[in-house]
C-alpha cells in the first residue's frame, strides 16, 4: 500500500530570491569540463570564472555581510580550467579542486572578507594527464574519488606518493563519478554507454556493469535512495530524460521520464532526506524537481521553475545551511553569467515560522567523520553519527556568526529576539517580487522570514500576503485510452508553416496534411478510433501545398484550406467521412496575391472568414455570396497570427514588425490600436482572454527566449501589462484559452511540455499550474468543444494530440474529492459557440449577436454548492500525547476523576431520568 500514500513533498514550491539578494560581480563563463561549475559548503560558495583562462576560483559565503551584501573574492587556483571541485563535509572550509593542469589541490579557505591563502595546503599529482572529477568520501575523512580521462583513482591525502587504489579503465571518456551514501560502491557513467558500479576495496573490476546508456551524449549518474540510481542523458532519438535504476541489475532502468529535446547538459542534484530530485540543463532558463519514491520506485515531476537566466552550472546547499522554520527542505544556487541566483524549495504549512515541522526533516548526515581512510581501507563500513535539525537540538553560534538580519526579522520569532543562523533568514526567503509572480505551480504562496503576521492577523490576512493561488494548480494531463486512439498514420506532413497548428478538429472528425505531392489532406472520423489499414486512403487532393486550414465551426462537413497558390479552397466532406478521393471543392475564393499565412472563421457569424497574405493584407470573406467583402491594410511585415475578440466585433493582429494591432473591419480598414508587440521575429499568436479585455501574445523576446505577453486590449500603445517567460524552443507556442475557467493551455509542434496558466485581469496576471508531459515529441495539440469534457471525472479541457503516427485523446482533469457532486464552482453555462448567433450579411450591416449558454450539469447531479455540510469533526490530540510519559497509576487517577466528576455533575442527569414512569399510587392497582 506504500504507492497509496500521499507524499508530504508533493506541494513544495520553488521561490527565486528577489534581485537585491542576488550574488553578484560574478563572471560565470561557458566551460568544457564534467563538473557543475558552483558547490557550497554550509559557509561558503566555491564557483568557476572566466578570469585566468578558468584557472581561478570565485568565492563567497552562504550568508550575506552586516551590511547585507555579498563579498566576491578571487582564487588563482591552477594553471588550467579548473574541471571540478569539492567541500569536504566534515569540514566546511576545505575545499578540493582538479584541472587540466593535471593536479588536485586541497585549499583551507577562509572568510572571503579576508585574505585567500596563495597556496594549497596539499598537492597530488596522479601523472595521467588532465584530470576531470573530484569528489569527497561521505563516511571517512581524507579520502578522495579522482577521475581521469578514462579510469577512477581512490586516493588518500594523507600519502602523497599514490593512489590508494586505479580502477579499471574506461572505454571512453569518464562523465560522472557518485558515490553511495554509506560510502561501500562508487558509480560512473561513461561515454562508452556504459554503467559500472565498483568495489574498490575489493576488487579493481566493476561489482555490476552495462551497456545502458542510449546515447554516448553527456550522461550523469547519482546515488539515490538503497541500492537506486538515478541517471541523466539522451535517448537514442537525442531527447533529454531522467532513468532510475537497481544498481544490482543495470540491464533495464525501473522508471523513467522524459525532459523534453534541447542540447543542454542535464545537471541533477539528489536530497536523500527527502528524495528529491532537481535538475536543470546547462544553458537551459528552467529547473524541474522530482520526487522518487524507493517504496515502489518511480521518479514523479513535482513542481517546475522558470529562471531569469540562462543557467552555468547549479548547486545545493547543505541541509544545516537551510531555514527549517520556514519549511524550506532544500536551497540551491544557480551560477549564471553575471550572478548567483538562490532558489528556496519549501513545504507550505500552516504554521510556517512558528513552529518547526518536525515530520519534513529526518535526522540528517553530521559533519563528524564516521573513520579515516585507513580504517575505510581495512573494510571499516561505520556511518556518520545523524544530527537533528531542530533549533533547539544544536548548538548555538556565536555572536560572529550570526547573519544581518533585516529591521523587521525579530518580529518573525515568538520571544522578539533574532533565531540562531540555523533557522535564521538567509538569502533567500521570499518569492522575488521583481520576478514574475507565477514562479511555481501555487504561485507566490509562502511568507517572508523577515516578516510574519502575528497569530491574531488569522488565516485570512496570512493568506492574503501569501498570494493568489489557482483550483486549477494542480490540473493532471493524462492521455485516454488505447481504445480511442487512431494509430498507423503513415506520411504525415511534419513541415507546416509556423503560422498553422499542424492540423485540425471538430467534434466529427480530424483534418491531417499528408507529405504527398498535391497537398493532400487525411480525413478521420472520431467515431471510427483504431488502426487505420496498410491500404491507401481516400483523401482531399488540395492541389498545391496545404499552407493553414480549419474545420467551420458551424458546419462540421466544411473545411476551409489555404494554400500556396494565394487561393482558399473550400470542400463538403460527405456524411459518414470520406469514402473516396475529392477533387473538387465546394468553392474557390481568390484575391491574394501571395500565398496565405493562415485563416480563421469568424465566431458568431456563419460563412464569415478572414485570412492573412504575404501580400500584407488581412482580408474577409463572405463564403455564402462566395467574395471578399473586406480589405484590412497597415502591416508592414509577414503577420503572425489574428485572432477574433469573444464577441465578434473586433480583430486582432500580431505582426513581425513588432507591432499588435486591433481592427474594427465594419468601420475602418486601418487599425483602431497600436502597439508594441514581442521583440522577437521568429513567430508569434494572439488570443483575447478575461472577457476581450486582454490580448494575449505567445512570441520570442530579443534572446529567442519564449515568452507570454499580457496587454489592454483598451490600451495597447501603453505596452506590455505583464510577461512571464515560458523555455528556449524553436517553435512558437500555439495557445488554447478556455474562457469559463480563463486557463491558457500552450505547447509548441514537436514540444513534449504542454504549459498550463491561468490568466486573472490582475496581479498577478499569470498563476503558472502544473504542465503535462507527452511521452514523446508531438506535432500538435487541437481541443474539442466543453461538451466533450466527463464532467463527472472532473475533466475542464480535452484536446487530440497528433504524433508522428498516432492521434491521442488528452483529458485535462482537476484533483476533486467529492466527485459525485456537480463541481459547479468549475463550470459555468458555457457558450455554444458550435451554432452561429447570426449571417455574415447581417454582421456586416451592422448586428452583433451572442451564443445562447447550456449548463453542463448531468440532470442526476447535485451542485457542490448545495451538497449537505458536513458536520465538523472533532480534533483530539494523538494518542501518543495521553499515552506516553504516564504511569498505570497516573492512568488509574486520572479515569478515577473523570468518572467521579461525571457523576458529581447535577447539571448533566443520566439519561433514564428524562424517561415518564407512573406515580406511586398506581403501582396499587
Not at 142 to 167: E, M, N
Not at 245 to 271: E, N, Q
Not at 818 to 842: G, R
Amino acid at each position: 500500500m506504500n504507492r497509496f500514500k500521499t507524499s508530504k513533498y508533493k506541494n513544495t514550491t520553488p521561490k527565486i530570491a528577489k534581485k537585491d539578494e542576488w550574488i553578484n560581480n560574478v563572471r560565470g563563463g561557458s566551460f568544457s569540463c564534467q563538473g557543475n561549475h558552483i558547490k557550497a559548503s554550509s559557509k561558503l560558495v566555491a564557483f568557476n570564472t572566466e578570469q585566468a583562462g578558468g584557472g581561478m576560483l570565485g568565492l563567497t559565503s552562504v550568508r550575506p555581510g552586516s551590511d547585507g551584501q555579498w563579498t566576491v573574492t578571487q582564487i588563482s587556483c591552477h594553471s588550467d580550467l579548473v574541471t571540478d571541485m569539492d567541500f569536504n563535509p566534515f569540514d566546511d572550509c576545505i575545499l578540493a579542486t582538479c584541472s587540466a593542469d593535471e593536479t588536485v589541490k586541497l585549499w583551507h579557505l577562509c572568510d572571503p572578507e579576508h585574505q585567500q591563502p596563495s597556496d594549497p595546503s596539499l598537492t597530488l599529482n596522479p601523472g595521467q594527464g588532465r584530470l576531470e572529477l573530484v569528489q569527497f568520501h561521505p563516511t571517512c575523512s581524507g579520502l578522495l574519488a579522482v577521475a581521469t580521462t578514462k579510469s577512477p583513482l581512490i586516493w588518500d591525502t594523507s600519502r602523497k606518493d599514490a593512489p590508494l587504489a586505479a580502477l579499471e579503465q574506461h572505454g571512453d571518456q569518464m562523465q560522472s563519478l557518485s558515490w553511495k551514501r554509506d560510502g561501500s560502491l562508487l558509480a560512473s557513467s561513461c561515454k562508452d554507454k556504459m554503467l559500472r558500479v565498483f568495489d574498490p576495496r575489493a576488487q579493481l573490476t566493476p561489482v555490476q556493469s552495462s551497456k545502458s546508456l542510449q546515447s554516448n551524449k553527456d550522461s550523469r549518474i547519482l546515488w539515490a535512495k538503497d541500492d537506486l540510481l538515478v541517471t541523466t542523458g539522451f535517448d537514442m532519438m537525442r531527447s533529454r530524460e531522467v532513468r532510475l535504476w537497481d544498481s544490482r541489475k543495470l540491464s533495464s532502468s525501473i522508471s523513467s521520464a522524459s525532459l523534453g529535446t534541447s542540447s543542454g547538459m542535464l545537471i541533477p542534484l539528489f536530497d536523500e532526506d527527502t528524495g528529491l530530485l532537481l535538475i536543470t540543463g546547462m544553458g537551459e532558463t528552467v529547473i524541474d524537481c522530482f520526487e522518487i519514491s524507493s517504496s515502489d520506485p518511480s521518479v514523479s515531476q513535482v513542481s517546475h521553475c522558470l529562471l531569469d537566466n540562462s543557467t552555468r552550472g547549479v548547486a545545493m546547499v547543505p541541509k544545516l545551511a537551510l531555514d527549517v522554520m520556514s519549511c524550506e527542505v532544500m536551497r540551491v544556487l544557480q551560477l549564471t553569467d553575471s550572478c548567483v541566483v538562490p532558489i528556496s524549495y519549501q513545504v507550505p504549512r500552516k504554521n510556517s515560522g512558528y513552529e518547526f515541522q518536525e515530520d519534513l526533516y529526518p535526522d540528517t548526515a553530521g559533519t563528524s567523520p564516521a573513520m579515516s581512510a585507513k580504517e575505510w581501507w581495512q573494510g571499516g563500513n561505520k556511518q556518520v553519527e545523524k544530527v537533528s535539525l531542530h533549533p533547539d537540538k544544536r548548538p548555538k553560534p556565536s555572536a560572529k556568526q550570526l547573519p544581518a538580519m533585516k529591521d523587521k526579522a525579530s518580529e518573525g520569532s515568538k520571544d522578539g529576539h533574532p533565531r540562531d543562523s540555523s533557522t535564521s533568514s538567509s538569502p533567500l526567503s521570499t518569492p522575488s517580487s521583481s520576478a514574475v509572480p507565477s514562479r511555481s505551480p501555487s504561485s507566490t504562496s509562502g511568507l517572508s522570514s523577515g516578516f510574519l503576521p502575528s497569530p491574531s492577523q488569522g488565516a485570512k490576512a496570512i493568506q492574503n500576503l501569501m498570494g493568489p493561488t489557482s483550483k486549477f494548480r494542480h490540473i493532471q494531463g493524462t492521455v485516454k485510452h488505447k481504445d480511442t486512439h487512431i494509430t498507423n498514420i503513415r506520411g504525415l506532413n511534419l513541415t507546416t508553416p509556423g503560422e498553422c497548428d499542424g492540423f485540425c478538429v471538430n467534434r466529427q472528425r480530424v483534418a491531417v496534411p499528408l507529405a504527398i505531392s498535391g497537398g493532400q489532406i487525411a480525413v478521420f472520423e472520431r467515431s471510427q478510433p483504431g488502426k487505420l489499414l496498410d491500404a491507401s486512403l481516400p483523401t482531399i487532393q488540395n492541389s498545391v501545398n496545404v499552407a493553414d486550414f480549419a474545420w467551420d465551426p458551424f458546419d462540421s462537413h466544411r473545411l476551409a484550406v489555404a494554400g500556396d497558390d494565394a487561393k482558399i479552397r473550400v470542400w463538403r466532406v460527405p456524411e459518414g467521412g470520406l469514402k473516396e478521393t475529392l477533387t473538387e471543392p465546394e468553392l474557390i475564393l481568390q484575391g491574394h496575391t501571395e500565398k496565405i499565412y493562415s485563416i480563421k472563421f469568424h465566431p458568431l457569424a456563419s460563412n464569415l472568414l478572414v485570412s492573412s497574405s504575404y501580400d500584407l493584407s488581412v482580408r474577409l470573406w463572405n463564403l455564402e455570396s462566395r467574395e471578399q467583402v473586406k480589405l484590412l491594410t497597415g502591416h508592414q511585415d509577414q503577420v503572425f497570427g489574428v485572432a477574433w475578440s469573444p464577441d465578434g466585433k473586433l480583430l486582432a493582429t500580431v505582426c513581425k514588425d513588432g507591432k499588435v494591432r486591433i481592427y474594427d473591419p465594419r468601420r475602418s480598414t486601418e487599425p483602431v490600436q497600436e502597439g508594441p508587440g514581442p521583440e522577437g521575429h521568429r513567430g508569434a499568436r494572439v488570443v483575447w482572454v478575461c472577457d476581450g479585455k486582454y490580448l494575449l501574445v505567445s512570441g520570442f523576446d530579443s534572446r529567442s527566449e519564449r515568452v507570454l505577453y499580457l496587454y489592454s486590449a483598451e490600451s495597447l500603445s501603453s505596452g506590455v501589462v505583464a510577461s512571464i517567460p515560458v523555455n528556449v524552443s524553436p517553435s512558437t507556442l500555439i495557445p488554447f484559452y478556455d474562457p469559463d475557467t480563463s486557463v491558457v493551455i500552450l505547447t509548441g509542434k514537436g514540444d513534449t511540455r504542454v504549459y498550463i496558466y491561468e490568466v486573472a485581469p490582475e496581479e498577478p496576471y499569470f498563476i503558472e499550474c502544473s504542465s503535462f508531459n507527452s511521452p514523446e515529441p508531438h506535432k500538435g495539440l487541437a481541443f474539442l468543444p466543453k461538451t466533450e469534457c466527463n464532467i463527472r471525472d472532473v475533466e475542464i479541457a480535452v484536446g487530440l494530440m497528433l504524433t508522428k503516427t498516432t492521434i491521442e485523446p488528452v483529458a485535462f482533469r482537476v484533483p476533486r474529492v467529492k466527485k459525485e457532486f456537480f463541481q459547479d464552482d468549475l463550470y459555468p453555462d458555457t457558450a455554444v459557440w458550435w451554432e452561429s448567433a447570426l449571417t455574415a450579411s447581417a454582421w456586416l450591416s451592422g448586428s452583433n449577436g451572442q451564443h445562447k449558454k447550456i449548463s453542463l450539469k448531468p440532470k442526476d447531479m447535485t451542485p457542490l454548492s448545495e451538497a449537505p455540510k458536513e458536520a465538523p469533526v472533532r480534533k483530539y490530540l494523538p494518542s501518543s500525547v495521553y499515552l506516553e510519559e504516564k504511569t498505570d497509576e497516573q492512568k488509574k487517577e486520572e479515569l478515577l476523576s473523570a468518572m467521579v466528576a461525571k457523576l458529581g455533575n447535577m447539571d448533566d442527569p443520566l439519561p433514564q431520568e428524562s424517561f415518564q414512569g407512573v406515580d406511586e399510587d398506581e403501582w396499587d392497582d
